[in-house]
């Protein structure tokens, strides 16, 4: 598969996950998909996978957690 190819799916992908998870519009995830359409194919999978996790999971990573309830579990 070329690079252009693998761009557009994951820019495809990324559209879908704004839409589905994140609320946007049609036209609004199509607006932030050609503002990161210059991006190369790594720069987009990291954005896919911070997009996926979303700003929840960020808060439960920073959570201060005892070792005697991280052992419990």
């Given at each position: 598969m070329s690079s252009v190819h693998s761009k557009s799916f994951?820019?495809?992908q990324i559209?879908?996950?704004l839409i589905k998870k994140h609320d946007y519009t049609e036209?609004?995830?199509e607006s932030y998909i050609e503002s990161n359409r210059?991006?190369?194919a790594?720069?987009?999978l990291v954005l896919k996978r911070d997009l996926k996790?979303?700003?929840?999971?960020?808060e439960e990573e920073n959570e201060d957690i005892s070792i005697?309830?991280?052992l419990k579990n």
């Open positions: 994951i820019l495809k559209k879908n996950i036209e609004a995830a210059e991006k190369k790594y720069e987009l996790r979303g700003p929840e999971d960020d005697s309830t991280r």
